[in-house]
């Protein structure tokens, strides 16, 4: 649940979840924590290293190369409608989805073992796709070990994340409850009688404005039952680990309503 200033001032062993769309931040704020001290906790890359490393390797038949500043690989396996056969993109689909709630589930002995090898604060740096997780518990589990902060991006940043989808169309997690609906509208759309014709691009640029909107009321609904909503614009110019701390507390609420 949301806690006030005065909680938060108490908690000796600060732990931060990061949550919001890709290219809010999240990376960069953890990178520049972990300069000041904090321990990282990449989720992207132990989904890519300790979770999916034997299935990618198996899969597409080549050694795990999955580093912190090179994603790449795990891009390359969960792949895109079109490139790859529709019950094949949808296997990937679950393969990725269970190896996100492992690495959240994870988070507790993360915590132990950070505050064990002698870091006084963790940031949690989540996937853009943290908001899909339909498993209520783990979420109360991330809550109970961390603040969630979800930071929130501006219109503008919005029309860049559009803009960059359509220039660039890559690799996504789909919303599941979605997903096959999506797929059906699009066939629809464009005249198409199975999945098996349909364009990776093409597909891509139709699809990611409706995951986009999709998502949005899911991080929001996520913030104010567990944590807070800080205005991206809230961390610009931030560049210690006390400027990053400061932001926080001065969104969160001085008493519980």
């Known amino acids: 649940m949301p806690i006030t200033v005065s909680d938060f001032d108490k908690v000796e062993n600060k732990v931060i979840t990061l949550m919001g769309m890709s290219g809010v931040g999240k990376t960069y704020l953890s990178l520049m924590l972990a300069e000041q001290g904090w321990f990282h906790y990449s989720c992207d890359l132990e989904i890519g290293t300790r979770y999916l490393g034997t299935e990618i ?3 597409l038949g ?3 190369r999955v580093v912190a500043e090179d994603l790449s690989q795990l891009s390359q396996y969960v792949g895109r409608l079109g490139d790859l056969p529709y019950d094949e993109f949808k296997r990937r689909q679950e393969q990725y989805y269970d190896a996100e709630c492992q690495s959240l589930e994870e988070l507790k002995t993360v915590v132990s073992q ?3 090898d002698g870091f006084t604060n963790v940031v949690n740096d ?3 796709s943290f908001c899909e997780i339909s498993d209520t518990k783990l979420f109360d589990s ?3 070990r961390s603040l969630i902060v979800y930071i929130k991006a501006n219109a503008e940043e919005e029309k860049q994340v559009l803009k960059r989808a359509q220039d660039y169309p890559k690799p996504m997690f789909f919303s599941p409850e979605r997903f096959d609906f999506w797929v059906a509208e699009f066939l629809a759309d464009k ?3 199975s999945s098996d014709d349909i364009n990776a691009d093409e597909f891509s640029r139709w699809v990611f404005p409706r995951l986009f909107e999709n998502r949005l009321p899911k991080y929001q609904a996520i913030a104010d039952r567990y944590g807070v909503t800080i205005p991206s614009e809230a961390f610009l110019g931030v560049k210690s680990a006390d400027e990053f701390l400061k932001v926080i507390v001065a969104h969160l609420p001085e008493s519980y309503r």
Do not use: I, R, Y
């Open 114 to 116: 950070a505050k064990a």
């Open 142 to 144: 991330v809550d109970e």
């Open 57 to 59: 390797e198996k899969t």
């Open 126 to 128: 989540s996937t853009g």
């Open 62 to 64: 080549e050694p795990n």
């Open 191 to 193: 005249g198409l009688s």
